[in-house]
């Protein structure tokens, strides 16, 4: 009895993504979908639906697993709806991704699709606001491209480095907005200096939610730990993003996809449950316009296997043996003695979308985005100094070098 309900949830995995000769990606969700309990199905739905978080005080139940939509959505409508039909509810965009690609995309389907509107918990960013009437014009035009007249959470500051650019001004601006029901929840993400952006929110008003960057490098370190407990303590939501940490080519590497694989899990599947072992995080958000991806990733969220003491220890001693490689957005520390230059560690994330999340494209866009005559002296900057004060002793100069080859 028990095989043949496995045999049938196989085949609903399967049949509902519609797809063949997905070849290992298939192999994986096989492996896992027989763990996925009956009751976990929704009334309305023969799929198994992705386990829910509550937000922290937006008070919304969110899945799990949130769609990052960094991808021309316009063209690759078929991970909207997969992503739904799974109880993928949260959905991550901003004004600034694809060249509002991925808004109209996201606008095309709810021209298309308008019950789904309420069904979906929608997130969008004010990239490139510095001040509450960029925000204002930005939420403006998103609330047309996305076809609705609410986002359920906006990011006033897409990109915090500082919690200085979450100005009294933004914050009031953000309560206008909730006033003027254009949103429902307002807050930042942040992918650099996250521990001191987290717990400077953590004691301010107007805060409702944050998106940061958290992996399982992080997830030692005490100070990151106590930023996202105060947040937790003050009621502010959080969804990890970046979770895949940086991919870097090592024996490690090897090592580490071995033993996640003898565990039944892809190396990425084993990320993801490892953030969101951390019941204070409400979602993970990850996304490229990738369906195999969308796949591995709702199987990882919907197998309810717990990691086990030797997984973490695996992940610890990985972390620790390839801590070199990885650069941990302590832009503080490098930025202030390069003076000149003042996008280095920037360039360095830019890297990672390009060199470890698959995204080349939105690596060059942002790239194209630093001034000129700062783009053109990168080469000829002395960053000796930032090598030395580096915790991660990464070699700067060489990574901008090839960022300068590969994205210019
Ligand atoms: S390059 Fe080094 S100092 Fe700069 S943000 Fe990365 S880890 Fe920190």
Not at 79 to 105: F, I
Not at 334 to 350: A, G, H, K, Q, W
Request: hydrophobic residues 35%; charged residues 30%; glycine residues 6%.
């Amino acid at each position: 009895m028990k095989e043949k309900k496995n045999l049938i949830n196989r085949r609903n995995l399967l049949k509902s993504f519609g797809i063949a000769g997905l070849g290992s990606v298939i192999a994986r969700a096989e492996d896992i979908a027989p763990k996925i309990k009956e009751q976990e199905k929704d009334k309305k739905s023969k799929n198994p639906q992705v386990p829910r978080r509550v937000l922290g005080k937006t008070g919304v139940s969110v899945s799990t697993l949130a769609l990052g939509t960094l991808f021309n959505v316009i063209e690759n409508q078929i991970m909207l709806r997969k992503a739904l039909q799974w109880g993928v509810n949260y959905w991550d965009t901003a004004y600034g991704y694809t060249g509002g690609n991925s808004e109209l995309g996201i606008g095309k389907f709810f021209k298309k699709n308008p019950e789904k509107r309420k069904e979906v918990f929608l997130v969008s960013k004010a990239s490139g606001a510095k001040n509450a009437e960029d925000a204002e014009s930005r939420l403006q035009e998103s609330l047309k491209r996305l076809n609705t007249d609410y986002i359920d959470l906006y990011y006033g500051v897409h990109v915090l480095n500082d919690i200085s650019q979450m100005s009294d001004e933004l914050i009031k601006w953000g309560e206008s907005a909730k006033k003027r029901k254009l949103i429902k929840h307002f807050g930042f993400s942040t992918h650099k200096n996250m521990a001191d952006n987290l717990m400077a929110a953590s004691k301010m008003k107007g805060i409702d939610a944050i998106l940061s960057t958290y992996n399982f490098r992080l997830t030692k370190d005490q100070k990151m730990q106590d930023a996202i407990q105060a947040c937790h303590e003050a009621g502010i939501g959080l969804t990890a993003m970046k979770t895949q940490g940086v991919k870097i080519e090592t024996s490690e590497d090897k090592e580490l996809t071995e033993h996640f694989l003898s565990r039944g899990f892809t190396e990425g599947q084993a990320k993801i449950k490892m953030v969101l072992e951390d019941k204070r995080i409400a979602s993970a958000c990850v996304g490229r316009g990738n369906l195999s991806h969308l796949i591995q990733n709702i199987a990882a969220v919907l197998d309810k296997t717990k990691l086990a003491k030797e997984d973490f220890d695996f992940f610890e001693q990985y972390a620790q043996k390839t801590c070199d490689g990885y650069c941990t957005a302590c832009g503080h520390i490098c930025d202030s003695v390069l003076t000149d230059s003042p996008y280095t560690s920037e360039i360095l994330r830019y890297m990672m979308y390009y060199n470890s999340y698959g995204e080349p494209d939105y690596a060059r866009e942002l790239f194209a985005k630093i001034p000129a005559d700062v783009r053109n002296n990168l080469l000829n900057i002395d960053y000796n100094q930032a090598e030395k004060r580096c915790p991660q002793n990464l070699p700067i100069a060489k990574i901008i070098a090839e960022a300068v080859e590969k994205l210019a």
